[in-house]
């Protein structure tokens, strides 16, 4: 629920900026790895949104597979719970660059022209 607060007080903070009576279309990114689980996310945004700006808002949650970086071999995808993060094929320590954040990707406002 904080996550999806969070969110939509970011959304509402840009619909004020520009002078938007409402939102209609929301589009963010949730890392596999982040902690954010979209059918939660789906369930709490709306909850949330009805009697706001964004009450009739689309949201979309493109979930990001967790990608990592072996300094050997190079670019590989890791499964979740792979909690060793380590290369299956060279056994070396992997980086995570890809699938541990959450980002807001756009906010459509309707500036109601
Ligand atoms: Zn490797």
Redesign the pocket.
């Known amino acids: 629920m904080a996550i999806a607060q969070s969110v939509f007080d970011i959304a509402f903070g840009e619909a004020s900026k520009h002078g938007a009576a409402k939102i209609r279309k929301i589009k963010l990114s949730i890392g596999e790895f982040s902690g954010a689980v979209k059918d939660s996310l789906d369930f709490a945004f709306e909850v949330l949104k009805k009697d706001t700006p964004a009450s009739n808002a689309e949201i979309e949650i493109e979930v990001i597979k967790l990608k990592a970086v072996?300094?050997?071999?190079?670019e590989?995808e890791c499964r979740l719970g792979d909690l060793k993060l380590s290369?299956?094929?060279?056994?070396?320590e992997?980086n995570i660059i890809a699938g541990r954040d959450m980002t807001v990707d756009y906010i459509d406002l309707d500036e109601g022209e």
């Open positions: 072996c300094g050997e071999c190079g590989v290369c299956q094929i060279c056994g070396c992997l």
